[in-house]
């Protein structure tokens, strides 16, 4: 089993919306689930403690670093990340490891 972990942080000119972009971003993104072959679930957190410095977390599940690379290309996660998470990113980092 794999596993992608990514965490974001809103632009600043965003800092307004936050909110709302980060409901979007958990909204579509976990809708991908059931969608995406090899993708066994993609849970999005977005309600950090106050220690945290990121603004909105992804914890992926995938079979295989193969159903991962896939995923990443796949036309509705494109769709999804360009819609309602890139354009308001500042910082991304990713982490992902197997089990």
Same mark, same amino acid.
């Given at each position: 089993?794999?596993?992608?972990?990514?965490?974001? %942080?809103?632009?600043? %000119?965003?800092?307004?919306? *936050? *909110?709302?972009?980060?409901?979007? *971003?958990? %909204? +579509?993104? +976990?809708?991908?689930?059931?969608?995406?072959?090899?993708? %066994?679930?993609?849970?999005?957190?977005?309600?950090?403690?106050?220690?945290?410095?990121?603004?909105?977390?992804?914890?992926? +599940?995938?079979?295989?670093?193969?159903?991962?690379?896939?995923?990443?290309?796949?036309?509705?996660?494109?769709?999804?990340?360009?819609?309602?998470?890139?354009?308001?990113?500042?910082?991304?980092?990713?982490?992902?490891?197997? +089990?």
């Amino acid at each position: 089993m794999v596993r992608h972990v990514i965490i974001w %942080k809103i632009k600043d %000119k965003y800092a307004d919306k *936050a *909110a709302e972009i980060k409901a979007n *971003a958990k %909204k +579509e993104l +976990e809708a991908l689930n059931g969608q995406i072959p090899g993708m %066994k679930s993609l849970v999005i957190r977005t309600e950090g403690l106050p220690s945290s410095n990121g603004d909105l977390m992804l914890d992926g +599940e995938y079979n295989s670093t193969e159903d991962l690379n896939a995923y990443s290309v796949h036309p509705k996660h494109v769709y999804v990340a360009d819609t309602f998470v890139r354009p308001y990113m500042q910082v991304r980092m990713c982490f992902d490891y197997e +089990e």
